[in-house]
T-cell receptor
Framework: DVKVTQSSRYLVKRTGEKVFLECVQDMDHENMFWYRQDPGLGLRLIYFSYDVKMKEKGDIPEGYSVSREKKERFSLILESASTNQTSMYLC????????????FGPGTRLTVL | GQNIDQPTEMTATEGAIVQINCTYQTSGFNGLFWYQQHAGEAPTFLSYNVLDGLEEKGRFSSFLSRSKGYSYLLLKELQMKDSASYLCAVRPPQAGTALIFGKGTTLSVSS
């Protein structure tokens, strides 16, 4: 079974803090994704990566950056957290093509105060 | 543009059959996924259709009509544990792109 893990299930941060969300997959998947999910808005793609050190902007990249130094790990960075970044963050990965079946991590519920 | 429409909410009773519709208008199409997501949990894969017709998997079936830009997920013999959100997602044909998700349909099953 594919396993995608995220560093925290719940996180509370203050406005202006730098926040790191970590995602690790253990199945040698090529592609990794970061989404945020908000009521009434569904899943929105922030960034994705199809190879080490490669990244592509999704639909809502503003206020976020990403890092992929190793194939199994994809980090989402909030340089200066704001209250409108309070959300559920979901990481996903796919085996060989960015539009294959996505396997999701358990999610991180981030609250920015 | 890219547009995927699903009903926001549906309700049904245990033992019943429910059909969740998804219509899409996308620039290119190379398959459609259905995911299930329980409250507070991650989405999990249910089905994938790339050709027209019905795919059956136990109590769940998924149908696709490419000419109509339409899919549905059919859930039979509903159980309380089927209460969840159901996400429809379109696979674009272009390499280096990502799935396009609908906003999801929240299904509530009551006894």
């Amino acid at each position: 079974d594919v396993k995608v893990t995220q560093s925290s299930r719940y996180l509370v941060k203050r406005t202006g803090e730098k926040v790191f969300l970590e995602c690790v997959q253990d199945m040698d998947h090529e592609n990794m994704f970061w989404y945020r999910q908000d009521p009434g808005l569904g899943l929105r793609l922030i960034y994705f990566s199809y190879d080490v050190k490669m990244k592509e902007k999704g639909d809502i990249p503003e206020g976020y950056s990403v890092s992929r130094e190793k194939k199994e790990r994809f980090s989402l960075i909030l340089e200066s957290a704001s209250t409108n970044q309070t959300s559920m963050y979901l990481c996903a990965s796919t085996r060989s093509r960015s539009t294959d079946t996505q396997y999701f991590g358990p999610g991180t519920r981030l609250t920015v105060l | 543009g890219q547009n995927i429409d699903q009903p926001t909410e549906m309700t049904a009773t245990e033992g019943a059959i429910v059909q969740i519709n998804c219509t899409y208008q996308t620039s290119g199409f190379n398959g459609l996924f259905w995911y299930q997501q329980h409250a507070g949990e991650a989405p999990t894969f249910l089905s994938y259709n790339v050709l027209d017709g019905l795919e059956e998997k136990g109590r769940f079936s998924s149908f696709l009509s490419r000419s109509k830009g339409y899919s549905y997920l059919l859930l039979k013999e509903l159980q309380m544990k089927d209460s969840a959100s159901y996400l429809c997602a379109v696979r674009p044909p272009q390499a280096g792109t990502a799935l396009i998700f609908g906003k999801g349909t929240t299904l509530s099953v009551s006894s």
